[in-house]
């Protein structure tokens, strides 16, 4: 499947204005997010919540060496009939999440969020490779992205989801290609494969 979105172009403005000393050091371990735990590793690094304004409630961006070369979106607890972003324009309505989607169609509901949140003509993403995962005690989907902005680097990703108490868990990390996709793509990838159901809100677990 291929959109054309800006999906590249809004991922930097959801990191613009930031500098080094906003941001979080990641400490590697288990970090919980409105419900949904994760095992992070080293070497991220958090952006600002006033640098992320699109972001729903506990959603967070994870970057290693700048959002502009890699990141990782962690949105976690999307509840039926709620977007995965919020959207500033108001005559845009974003599509929102069902609790009875099937996986090509929470697929297919990431792509399009992009689509009406940032238009069409900056970039062209191709999502393949629709696969199951498991994150703890529930069943999801991973799935990989190719993008290609105007007058940026190409990028490679993937996306991870899974679907508990009606609500929806999703993860979405994005590189450069080929360095920074490929320097970072294991850790992002473990990352990911490690949500799973948690308390808490967006503070470290404790042992």
């Not at 288990?30 to 080293?42: D, I, K, L, P, Y």
Request: hydrophobic share 40%; proline share 6%; charged share 15%.
């Amino acid at each position: 499947m291929i959109y054309r979105i800006a999906l590249l172009v809004a991922l930097a403005v959801l990191a613009s204005g930031c500098v080094a000393t906003n941001y979080t050091l990641v400490a590697p371990g288990a970090r919980a997010f409105e419900g949904m735990q994760v095992s992070a590793t080293s070497g991220w690094n958090q952006a600002p919540s006033m640098n992320t304004p699109s972001m729903q409630k506990g959603a967070v961006l994870w970057t290693h060496d700048g959002p502009l070369l890699d990141q990782l979106i962690i949105i976690p607890g999307v509840a039926d009939g709620e977007p995965l972003m919020k959207s500033s324009n108001k005559s845009a309505a974003m599509p929102v999440f069902k609790k009875d989607m099937l996986p090509n169609e929470i697929e297919e509901l990431t792509e399009s969020t992009f689509v009406k949140y940032f238009g069409e003509g900056n970039a062209v993403v191709t999502t393949k490779n629709l696969r199951p995962q498991r994150y703890g005690e529930n069943r999801g989907v991973m799935f990989d992205v190719d993008a290609t902005v105007s007058d940026s680097p190409k990028y490679r990703g993937t996306a991870g989801a899974f679907v508990a108490n009606d609500k929806l868990y999703m993860l979405f990390f994005l590189g450069a290609v080929p360095h920074y996709y490929d320097k970072h793509s294991a850790a992002a990838t473990s990352v990911i494969q490690s949500a799973m159901l948690t308390g808490g809100s967006n503070v470290p677990v404790s042992k």
